[in-house]
């Protein structure tokens, strides 16, 4: 049998097909990311960390207005249902204290959840259920109801963009393709020899504005995933102004729209995270 060389092979059977119409077609890729016909932004892994910095240095504490519009279900395809709107009030000191206060849709000045978490704990007062839960911020999710699983630390880790922790390891990924142009720093930490992914931050390679952040198990599952857009200045701080927080294996997601933002004021003290025990109310304490 007579052999061909490689080269001649491919050739002869791409001329081959080429002589046939129906195998051939022509198609327009766009290109890399939206809007077309930008330039793409170039960012090193200490650019990306720098602006890390910038988005969360100068933030000690805050005092936040905000519409959070609440859904639950299978966030990655399946059925979703979505709630009321509701007003909510957030106060925010370094280094991990908030508090979260959810008013009724109709009657404003009406509470239906007051959280609040300092350091590894946390605590909820829920009015009509007369419940009133305490534990550990890494506790598993427990009720049906999926938005009783809501903690302060969902808020926490969505609205504080912190840089990298001075022990973990980072790298830079290019996530660019005709549907998004994007840089992704990951995050990641040593626990006991082994490599674990614990943040991811993307992003836009127009502006390089940050446009997500997402968290980790030690299985590599997302724990959150939060989108930030609309950015703009609050106090002279730039601030996204539209945050969509996602928890997956907790099964809700929230949009939350700022109404209004003060940064670094000085009333900001430790009385507003004394969350007491209302008298006669039931204890569930999550584990």
């Known amino acids: 049998m007579r052999r061909f060389p490689k080269i001649g092979v491919l050739a002869a059977l791409a001329s081959a097909l080429a002589m046939q119409a129906c195998f051939v077609r022509h198609r327009m890729v766009a290109p890399p990311g939206k809007p077309p016909n930008r330039e793409l932004l170039t960012a090193t892994r200490e650019d990306l960390i720098a602006r890390l910095h910038a988005a969360s240095d100068p933030i000690h504490s805050f005092g936040l207005r905000a519409d959070l519009s609440p859904s639950v279900g299978a966030l990655y395809g399946g059925e979703l249902t979505d709630y009321a709107t509701i007003r909510a009030s ?13 008013l009724d849709p109709v009657v404003h000045s009406k509470t239906i959840f007051d959280m609040v978490s300092m350091g590894n704990s946390f605590k909820v007062y829920i009015p009509t259920k007369n419940a009133f839960y305490i534990g550990s911020n890494t506790a598993p999710p427990s009720s049906k109801n999926k938005l ?45 020899g082994q490599l674990i992914l614990e943040r991811s931050v993307y992003f836009d390679r127009y502006t390089l504005t940050i446009v997500m952040q997402k968290t980790f198990d030690e299985s590599g599952a997302v724990v959150s995933e939060t989108r930030y857009s609309d950015w703009k200045g609050f106090d002279g701080i730039p601030f996204p102004s539209t945050i969509v927080i996602r928890r997956p294996k907790d099964g809700y997601e929230m949009t939350m729209t700022i109404v209004s933002l003060r940064f670094n004021q000085p009333d900001v003290s430790a009385e507003q995270f004394v969350l007491e025990q209302p008298p006669g109310v039931k204890v569930v304490e999550i584990k």
């Open 148 to 192: 009783e699983n809501l903690r302060p630390t969902a808020f926490l880790t969505s609205l504080i963009l912190a840089p990298p922790a001075a022990s973990d390891r980072t790298m830079i990924g290019d996530n660019t393709d005709e549907t998004k142009a994007q840089y992704i720093l990951f995050m990641i930490r040593e626990n006991q």
């Open 90 to 102: 957030i106060v925010f000191r370094r280094p991990a204290d908030i508090r979260v206060v959810g």
